[in-house]
T-cell receptor
Framework: EAQVTQNPRYLITVTGKKLTVTCSQN?????MSWYRQDPGLGLRQIYYSMNVEVTDKGDVPEGYKVSRKEKRNFPLILESPSPNQTSLYFC???????????FGDGTRLSIL | GQQLNQSPQSMFIQEGEDVSMNCTSSSIFNTWLWYKQDPGEGPVLLIALYKAGELTSNGRLTAQFGITRKDSFLNISASIPSDVGIYFCAGLPPTSGTYKYIFGTGTRLKVLA
């Protein structure tokens, strides 16, 4: 089944404790992206990747890092999480840049 | 940056009623997408529109790419309880560089049986 898989689905952690949210897609998509979803603000793009080893900032990249060492995986790294990063995070992928994106089921992060 | 205005923000309707929602922008888009998000899940693509004036259906859902390229509409006919959820529009503006979709803030639909 074609899908985008995120882990974990839920995480409660404390300020400053590094965490990684993994994202994997099995559709051989070139384009992958991370979004955060906050009430009243819609989906805002954090980082995106056009292909392996090609990443760039989205609209709200501060406090986040990403890497794309393999085509299928696009982890989101919070080196020193802060409470304002409490949010619902979505990974998405598409065959190419500009194509409709397929979304994972989300990761709800709570930073205390 | 560019914004999409999506309305209404929320709506309660009776089962069996038709539903309309729309997205508008002050600038033009080349592509319009409509997604649905169920509680605890990610957005799922419903309809993609690629040409001004295009009208596309997916079951009881019909979406249109506005002729001005600044808006799009989604209609749901004969709503049923499983239509409950949040509906998002997304637009792709013209660009000479990287493509970046702009997302609306969603219409929360509640269906009363």
């Amino acid at each position: 089944e074609a899908q985008v898989t995120q882990n974990p689905r839920y995480l409660i952690t404390v300020t400053g404790k590094k965490l990684t949210v993994t994202c994997s897609q099995n559709m051989n998509h070139e384009y992958m992206s991370w979004y955060r979803q906050d009430p009243g603000l819609g989906l805002r793009q954090i980082y995106y990747s056009m292909n392996v080893e090609v990443t760039d900032k989205g609209d709200v990249p501060e406090g986040y890092k990403v890497s794309r060492k393999e085509k299928r995986n696009f982890p989101l790294i919070l080196e020193s999480p802060s409470p304002n990063q409490t949010s619902l995070y979505f990974c998405a992928s598409s065959l190419y840049d500009g194509q409709p994106q397929h979304f994972g089921d989300g990761t709800r992060l709570s930073i205390l | 940056g560019q914004q999409l205005n999506q309305s209404p923000q929320s709506m309660f309707i009776q089962e069996g009623e038709d539903v309309s929602m729309n997205c508008t922008s002050s600038s033009i888009f080349n592509t319009w997408l409509w997604y649905k998000q169920d509680p605890g899940e990610g957005p799922v693509l419903l309809i993609a529109l690629y040409k001004a004036g295009e009208l596309t259906s997916n079951g009881r859902l019909t979406a249109q790419f506005g002729i001005t390229r600044k808006d799009s509409f989604l209609n749901i006919s004969a709503s049923i309880p499983s239509d409950v959820g949040i509906y998002f529009c997304a637009g792709l503006p013209p660009t000479s560089g990287t493509y970046k979709y702009i997302f609306g803030t969603g219409t929360r639909l509640k269906v009363l049986a």
